[in-house]
């Protein structure tokens, strides 16, 4: 470990994180236009689960965790999540799937590791270890949605409208990095163990793997 100061911690997770990088084959196939459209609606489906517990998750983070900047950056994120909602509701209907369809879909039990292990911190565990680890794989996230957004323009023919929900997410949140910094500065500061907080952003890493993988099983 490089450092137990916050931007040390920082630095520690991104190496880590771009280390346990590897090909994403999901997205390979998108972009060669070879997913077929069931599994862009279970990709829809997926999402409808993952969205709604996130918000959920960053919601009870900010009742946790009132206090400047944790209650101001969880609010943001869960308010980020209602925004996204709608435009996952759009990409759906262009896939020919209603809101009611994507809440009957049976989610996968590898795909929703991810907000599975999000929503155990927000319960349990504290806001710099969330912090760091939406900071440190936030950035593959938005490179992979920007990815998705590009290969459905341009070989499944959605427009600007159906893709919004990918567009979104890859753009990075303004004033985001300051802010998760900060909370993991005072989580520090406060005596929190910077193996534990290493931790969670490893472990989130391994499970949005993990979600990937999972959309390309059988592919």
């Not at 470990?1 to 911690?9: E, K, R, S």
């Not at 900071?135 to 023919?157: D, F, S």
């Not at 910094?181 to 929190?192: C, D, H, R, S, Y």
Request: glycine residues 8%.
């Amino acid at each position: 470990m490089t450092g137990h100061d916050a931007p040390g911690l920082i630095a520690e997770a991104r190496r880590e994180s771009a280390a346990a990088t590897r090909p994403n084959r999901f997205l390979d196939l998108l972009e060669a236009g070879q997913v077929p459209r069931e599994r862009l609606i279970r990709l829809a489906g997926e999402e409808c689960h993952i969205v709604g517990s996130d918000r959920r998750s960053f919601a009870l983070l900010a009742s946790r965790y009132p206090t400047s900047p944790s209650g101001e950056m969880f609010l943001s994120l869960a308010q980020g999540e209602g925004r996204a909602f709608t435009f996952l509701l759009d990409f759906a209907a262009a896939l020919g799937t209603s809101e009611k369809d994507l809440s009957r879909y049976e989610p996968q039990a590898a795909a929703q590791a991810y907000p599975a292990y999000l929503a155990q911190r927000a319960a349990f565990g504290t806001a710099a270890e969330v912090a760091l680890a939406m900071l440190a794989n936030l950035e593959e996230w938005g490179i992979y949605c920007g990815r998705a957004a590009e290969a459905l323009r341009e070989h499944y023919g959605l427009d600007e409208a159906a893709v919004a929900f990918f567009r979104f997410f890859a753009e990075p949140v303004p004033g985001f990095e300051e802010q998760a910094t900060e909370v993991i500065a005072a989580g520090l500061a406060a005596g929190e163990d910077p193996r534990a907080v290493l931790r969670a952003a490893r472990l989130l890493h391994a499970y949005e793997t993990m979600f990937w993988d999972s959309l390309a099983e059988g592919l």
